[in-house]
């Protein structure tokens, strides 16, 4: 138990379908991130929120949206999503600068 | 060519046997991150170090800020050590592409 808790820890959408990830966090940190781990590939940084702004957008397509609306809380929201884009997404949060705590992952599948 | 880079990419090892696994990097960093991944997903985080060396437990995190390299040591190794072990460079987190580890009994 690391204190990071996602859901759903399993989906399976369908393109046109719209979803969403949830982190949260009960450890007090101020920054949480989400990373994308696809198959045979290293995890890849997306977002990152200080004190519930967005610092970090790794370049990310629009056809995911964050939204952070407390300093515990963090939504990957999905929509329109491509097959390629099934992978584990993993959630984080650290005081800025130490040690990160990773949440279990969201294992996504898109049909 | 991957700003971080690991190696080996894979490493088997007997019960009881000393580890090393290193990474490179060639970004600029006040930092770097040693994770370990099991499989199923879970990531804990085992160092974040700046300089110099980190124990914990049977665990020891070495970094050369300058030779920009970091080593991750495993003494007496154990079965339970078998999981995907991953260096991250701050302040961008650029991954490595992970080590992949089994220890046989």
């Known amino acids: 138990e690391t204190g990071v808790t996602q859901t759903p820890r399993h989906l399976v959408m369908g393109m046109t379908n719209k979803k969403s990830l949830k982190c949260e966090q009960h450890?007090?940190?101020?920054?949480m991130y989400w990373y994308k781990q696809s198959a045979k590939k290293p995890l890849e940084l997306m977002f990152v929120y200080n004190f519930k702004e967005q610092t970090e957008n790794n370049s990310v397509p629009s056809r995911f949206s964050p939204e952070c609306p407390n300093s515990s809380h963090l939504f990957l929201h999905l929509h329109t999503l491509q097959p390629e884009d099934s992978a584990l997404y993993l959630c984080a949060s650290s005081q800025t600068g130490e040690k990160l705590f990773f949440g279990e992952g969201s294992r996504l599948t898109v049909l | 060519k991957n700003e971080v880079e690991q190696s080996p990419q894979n490493l088997t090892a007997q019960e009881g046997e000393f580890i090393t696994i290193n990474c490179s990097y060639s970004v600029g960093i006040s930092a770097l991150h040693w994770l370990q991944q099991h499989p199923g997903g879970g990531i804990v985080s085992l160092f974040m170090?700046?300089?110099g060396k980190k124990k914990h437990g049977r665990l020891i995190a070495t970094i050369n800020i300058q030779e920009k390299h970091s080593s991750l040591h495993i003494t007496a190794s154990h079965p339970r050590d078998s999981a995907v072990y991953i260096c991250a460079a701050t302040d961008k987190l650029i991954f490595g592409t992970g080590t992949r580890l089994q220890v046989f009994p």
């Open positions: 170090l700046s300089s």
């Open positions: 450890l007090g940190h101020n920054a």
